[in-house]
């Protein structure tokens, strides 16, 4: 009789692995993909398919190379959620090639060569964004107006890149706001601006993605405390700025249910590999993000911040756990930072 | 059912925690029951925390039941008694309770079938007995913590003097799936878990007890508000969490207050003890029965019989499964302990102890093989549950790297290893395993660390004690000449001893400062070396003492008449040593008292005691003062005189020898003058010299009579002394005889070769130096003769070196035998342990074989 000796806990909660949680992520952001299908077509359906094929198929190549167990890795999805998230993101007008280039970058450089699941300083799919936006800036801002939906003929002749995008294309709400801050006739004028309370079709979008997240809050996926921060950090810097001139700067709804703000702040900040890991440190995390979303979004010369904003806190995450480690139990304070 | 749940106290929470399946119905439906006596019962010295017990019975020994049969070794260690009557059938090593599987001593005794009792002493009135008395009888009983940890039961009521006890806890959460020991403990035996609390009570005298259970026992919460109806006992409902059982969960639950790290609950005033240790508590002084048996769950999927097992200490685990319809096809893991925080056996031959509250045999499908491990994904859910409120995936990290240094910082060592973190973890990281290693691996570093200092402390101890020995002894001899000296030729001139004296005996004293800060610091540690430590402090101050004793005698005794100043000098700086030491006792004093320290009484006694010696140093300051005034320049003396005239007298030979020299070699013309005067020079020095040999022989006769101020040393030491003088200027001029004869010898043989005519001149010049080495020969052997006579005669001094250098000489062998047997069994830090040992009688032995040398050197004995 051979008995199983192991280290204690003999029992581990049912139904609790990695392979799970990012399932649940998945499962997450079926509303906002919805939303956006509805909105701006099948083009953002065809982006997550063939993303997730490339992000598999690059995840699978490079396990391989580096002599992992395929199957036991790509079980944990992690390569799915970051195809899933990067195809989210970019617009629905973007041709194969553009997601190919994205994803796979992604994967390959922003996560296996920093050592795979886990080892990665920034959120895969941000760098992706980030490389192709600095890359292809025609091709990543070029968006759909709203309700104006390309057919799936359609869908697909762009996403071969056989059709003149331009045809479908209209500004966002965010690019609308940055062409006209200050101008309070013009501002007036711009239907885009003015949805059921927020920008026309994208506060559905941010509607939706909210949802997913308020689920994976409930789900115990993820915790309230990023989310929280970052939607805290947004409307913290727009409020006062609004008040203050509310022809320049846009009211902070609008700036929550614009862009990538809800996709963001419960979906991408709150990648744990990257992110800060302490309670406290999340809240930080997440502030910090919120802020310079609006900054970027204000006086950047991007029309959207959110990409830019996770990858410049996913370098300060280090360095907030460390000044935010909790107080433990028995000790006066909480160690901070370098003292000790 | 709710009724009862509801608490009238406050009760506070902990960070964290984890509600895993409670699986507790399996075993908590039947009442305790008990299984036939085992073929044989194991029991391992080693059931508690602490130092492993002695056995006292042989192999073959027939022992009674309750018969204690492994005595407790140290504070923190508990006796071992047989649980059945029978006989001690081995005793030796065998597989035991650790997670290691390591083999261990074990006493194995098979029963006769008889449970005879030995007799039993119950004290009934034990609330007349006096604490101590009873805690003795508990660490006689053999109780240790049975929650799990099995902690000396006594060694933790033992408080430290003054300490009050807020709150006493009694630790009835049992928290882990599966166990419901105390459960049915408390649903069966409620009132004498009330008694047994009664008990503790009056040995902490907390202002409230409180006893804390899971609300999910209600019949157990029900059976102990009954019990405790009429008493002070609160009984407690908390919420069901894992870890609340935890002690320092459980008290911070109740109290809402933190076990400081590294520091115990009575340190903010709380006691916690496990109801069954109580129960056991009850049992072994109103009863007088030692811990002999303990409630046990045995339970898991693969029995058909699961439930509570009253059973005896050092019953086989395969025992009781059988007892319990084990399905063996079925077992896939048999866990000692919780789900959560037992350890798994790789055999059922491992005996039930003190700490046993539990057996799960499992079945795989149950308690499946570990999922494979998954990389950490930072995502945060083992900080949530962690009820330490560390930061689980850090320690992780810094584990897994053996970045032991940042684990320490993000506080590795105050994780309780309950398990929340590697439960709830979706990677599948055992991490509590990774926390264990890691803290081994600390542990072992301290450890280290500590032997390398403790060895250092005692090395550097020892040294010092065997310099100031060696130093003293010095001293001692020193001072013993100079009095001899002194009183042989009637000169004085202590201070050069006085000198060496005071330099032993300021370095006696510092290296009584030394250890006394050493002793302080070990204080401070709690280390265990303390007594060892003060023992050592109080030579040291009395070699100190003695050492500044040596130096006021021979003060007093050269009665200052060559050099008073300087003793004033060195007797001034006594006395203001001696007041600032008194001073910075009385610091000390105060400090202590301000800390509530508790050697208070210790140090002001020592205080004290410092304070008298100032007095005693400036009262010598000031009769030396006095004194100084009438302490003239001693008698002139002849001899010394004479020994003056005789340096001045060669000295100027030699200067006019040089002068004429320098005078012929430059040509000068009155070179033959500066000869001539030389030759008047040397004429004048060979008189003196004669004359100061004369005047040394009859000094003895002159000054014997003559009343010195000194307070002499024993009359037969100045003879030896003065004999020993003798011996050294006998040698002198035995070798310078020798060699004239050699000279003169070689002069003949010259002149014979040259034919010179005044041959026969030459040749009595050779006898007579000839006839004069004789004459020394023989006054030498004679004096040696005498000198060894002396030395037999009266001889302590020699004796005792001879016999310390031998006994030093022969510890050192053995040492070294034990050394070398050791070797074999590869016994890595005991071999250590006698390597530095070993180092030590070495240089005890060189000490003591130079201090003899030295001794017989100046006895002029040697060869
Ligand atoms: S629960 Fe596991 S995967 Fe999650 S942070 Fe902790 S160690 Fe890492
Ligand atoms: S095992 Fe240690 S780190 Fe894990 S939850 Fe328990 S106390 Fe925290």
Known sequence: MALITVSSPHTTKKGNHTGAFMRQVIYATAPGLAALTWLFGYGTLLNVCFAVLVAVGCEALFLRARGRDVSFYLSDFSAVVTALLLALAMPP????????????????????????????????????????LISFPVEMTRWIAPHEAPALSDSIQIFLGQTNVDAFSGATPLDTMRTWAGNAEQLSNQPILHGAFAGEGWEWVNAAFLLGGLYLMWRRIITWHIPAGVLAGLTAIALPFWLFDSVRFAD????????????????????????????????????????????????????????????????????????????????????RGASK | MNAPLRNSRKIFDFHGGIHPPENKTQSSGQPIRSVSLPEELVLPLNMHIGAPAKPIVNVGDQVLKGQKIADANGMVSVPVHAPTSGTVVAIGPHPIQHPSGLDAPCIIIKPDGEERWTALHPITDWHKCSPSVLITRIREAGIAGMGGAGFPTAVKMSLKEGTKIQQLLLNAVECEPYITADDRLMRERADEIVRGIKILQYLVKPAETLVGIEDNKPYAIEAMRGAAQGTDIQIVVVPTKYPSGGEKQLIQLLTGKEVPSGGIPAQIGVVCQNIGSALAMHRAIEFGEPLISRITTVTGDAL?????????????????????????????????????????????????????????????????????????IRCGSCAEVCPADLLPQQLYWYSKTSDLERAQQYNLMDCIECGACAYVCPSNIPLVQYYRFAK????????????????????????????????????RRKARLAASKQKAAGVAAPSVDVKALKAASLEASSAYKAAVKELKAAQADDANNVAELSAKVDALKAKADSAKAAVRDANSGAAAPAAPSVDLKALKSASLEASSAYKAAVKAVKAAEQNGDDNVAELRAQADSLKAKADTAKAAVRDANAGTAPATVAAADPVAELKKAVGEASSAYKAAVKAAKEAEESGAEDAAALRSQADQLKATADTLKAQLRDAKDAAPAATAPAPTSAPAAAPEKDHTAERAAKMKALKTSYNMLNKMLKDSNAALERAEREGSDNLDAQRARVEDVKRQADAARNELNDLVDQAKAGIRASGSDLKTMKLEAARTESALRKKMKELDEMKKSADEERINVLYQERDLLKREADIAANALKSALEEQGLTE
């Open chain 1, 93 to 132: 007008t973007s041709p194969w090639w553009l997601i190919l280039i994205g994803t796979a970058f992604a994967i390959i450089i922003a996560k296996q060569l920093y050592g795979g699941l886990g080892m990665n300083p920034f959120n895969p799919a941000m760098v992706g964004y980030v490389l192709l």
């Open chain 1, 252 to 335: 902070p709804l609008f700036h929550l249910f614009s862009g990538a703000a809800m996709l963001g702040a419960f979906f991408i900040a709150t990648d744990p590999v990257s992110a800060a890991t302490s309670r406290n440190g999340r809240l930080i995390f997440g502030a910090l993000i919120g802020v310079l979303v609006w900054v970027i979004r204000t006086f950047g010369g991007y029309p959207d911040a959110m990409a830019f904003a996770v990858l410049l806190m996913n370098l300060a995450a280090p360095t907030i756990d460390y000044y935010t480690q909790p107080r433990t139990y028995g000790h006066k304070a909480a160690h």
């Open chain 2, 304 to 376: 058909s019989n699961p439930g509570n097992i009253e059973v005896l200490l050092g019953t086989p685990v395969k025992h009781l499964l059988n007892e319990s319809g084990v399905k063996e096809n079925r077992l896939g893991r048999v866990v000692m302990g919780g789900p959560m925080m037992g350890f798994t056996l790789h055999t059922t031959n491992i005996p039930v102890v003190k700490t046993t509250n539990c057996i799960i045999a499992a079945s795989t499908n149950e308690l499946p093989e570990p999922a494979p491990e998954q990389p950490c």
């Open chain 2, 440 to 475: 081994g691996e600390v542990r072992t570093q301290v450890a280290e660390q500590q032997k390398a200092d403790n060895a250092r402390l005692r090395f550097e101890a020892r040294q010092a004690r065997l310099e100031k020995e060696a130093a003293e002894k010095d001293a």
